[in-house]
């Protein structure tokens, strides 16, 4: 089944300890559509500028991206540099030039509205929302969101939250969002403000899904798939939208919702987050198999499986 | 298997946003014997002073530990205080006195030498060695150490290392121990100087056993386990050597060391670390049931399994 994205389709100028890409692609819905598309259809919904060339388009529709959602604008894309150290879990930003994306308006495409998948990349939760409540068929809604709009648009999100089924985040923003230390009670606080599932990003330790209630029909102990010990990890960019990719795709490949779906989502998530770290930009999320990444799913299986 | 363990029986005064403990029982040996004794034959080695009353003293023989090299020396028992914050992962020392530990010179009493598991709690390097060589008769050596060692007696500490078949240290020693931010090549580079096997272990997010050769004859292939989320972590004091404990008695009370024992074992010694927690001091630890333990490691189990 379909999954609509609305994200940022930009570049990116990055710099690890295992080199440097000037302005490849990237972006949250980037990212997010390359990873999902392993699994299901997947229809875009972003802003480019005139400097977007065919080159750079070409790398989704040869995943069978939909670009019909993917508007032009006079000006420049988006474009972000920015700098990993030996820890590869921060990044210091260089240069962020929101260009086109700075006046952004999601349009949904008319052959869209059939959809029963949305994800809500991290962008303004205004837009998030508007976005929402153009899909009124939507069978799921994930989102995300980060640091910026939970302290500079803390009621716009609250207000969109409410309109999310499932949210995405990491274990910072969980608990700055809750305002709670510890995790347990932040993750029951964030769904108190209306996800019914949340899904927090560990990082290197994988992640854990939450339930907030039986609206899903599948209990309420959460789950938590572990993340591969890797030894290089050449580009964390876009590490946690291939992450919510695998996880949404898979989710919109199957026929019915319950927990064992739910669980190998969340497996799925760190196999597609595992693949994107591995080269600079999502050079790696281009040519994957799905028996590669079946492959990859058993070594995750593997990782923590009691007989 | 009866195993030996050598480290501090000591004295904690503890702060915690759940309450204030005064002079309670700690040390590494107390919380690993506890937590082991659930599962086989547990000898101390260790040294208390004059303050160290027969109602500290029960609190281990109940749980049937044996306590023939329990030293008793002129002066005051090891004492720590120290202060957990909202973020129960960073303790604030308040005091160590280490009042009759300072001296301590480890005696192994002849009844204990034909244990067959030794674990070397975190104590000075030069006194593991001296332990370690005593016990020439053990199949399997497990061993901790910290910052201080790892900083301030590097020497001593790598030949230690020579004589561990098995580590157990968190994230940041791994890292600091190898000089490496990359914790699967920290792994390596800290098997590299001496132990067969690396358990890192990671707070919430539960541990990892690495493999450094097949030694053990189980394969290469990493470990993790899970730990639970806890919604209130009253004090998390003797968490990582309950782990030990929980790890090193499971392994202790098997015939066999195998692949699925040690992940088994991994699996109790979380269990047995989210016990520790729950109160303040070893509290939680003196009065569970092996059903408790099981049941427990049943909910460790279904918080990662896919079926």
Do not use: C
């Not at 920015?82 to 240069?95: D, I, L, M, S």
């Not at 994930?142 to 409410?162: C, H, Q, S, V």
């Not at 992450?243 to 319950?258: P, R």
């Not at 595992?274 to 995750?300: K, Y």
Request: glycine share 10%; hydrophobic share 45%; no cysteine.
């Amino acid at each position: 089944m379909a999954i609509v994205v609305v994200g940022s389709v930009a570049f990116d100028t990055i710099q690890s300890p295992f080199g440097k890409a000037e302005k490849i692609l990237g972006g949250s819905a980037t990212y997010f559509s390359l990873a999902a598309s392993y699994f299901t259809d997947v229809r875009i919904v972003a802003v480019v500028g005139e400097d977007f060339g065919p080159e750079y388009e070409s790398v989704l529709r040869q995943r069978g991206v939909n670009l019909d959602g993917l508007q032009r604008a006079a000006g420049l894309t988006f474009h972000w540099g920015g700098e990993y150290g030996e820890n590869v879990n921060e990044a210091k930003t260089h240069f962020t030039h929101l260009n086109v994306f700075e006046k952004f308006q999601p349009q949904i495409p008319q052959q869209y509205l059939d959809s029963q998948f949305l994800f809500l990349a991290n962008i303004d939760p205004i837009l998030q929302a508007q976005v929402r409540r153009q899909m009124r068929n939507v069978r799921m809604v994930g989102g995300d969101t980060m640091n910026f709009w939970i302290n500079g648009k803390r009621p716009e999100l609250l207000a969109t939250l409410k309109l999310v089924d499932l949210l995405l985040i990491n274990d910072t923003e969980a608990k700055m969002l809750a305002g709670e230390a510890n995790l347990l009670r932040a993750a029951n606080k964030v769904m108190a403000m209306g996800p019914k599932a949340l899904v927090i990003k560990h990082g290197e330790y994988g992640a854990t899904i939450f339930f907030g209630d039986r609206k899903f029909g599948i209990g309420h102990h959460p789950f938590r798939a572990p993340a591969l010990p890797l030894d290089e990890v050449r580009d964390p960019t876009g590490a946690g939208d291939s992450f919510a990719g695998g996880f949404m795709g898979y989710i919109a490949s199957q026929e019915e919702l319950n927990r064992e779906v739910l669980k190998r989502a969340m497996f799925y998530g760190g196999v597609m987050g595992s693949f994107a770290v591995e080269r600079f930009g999502p050079e790696r999320l281009q040519n994957l198999t799905r028996e590669e990444i079946d492959a990859r799913f058993e070594v995750f299986r593997e990782l923590t499986h009691l007989d």
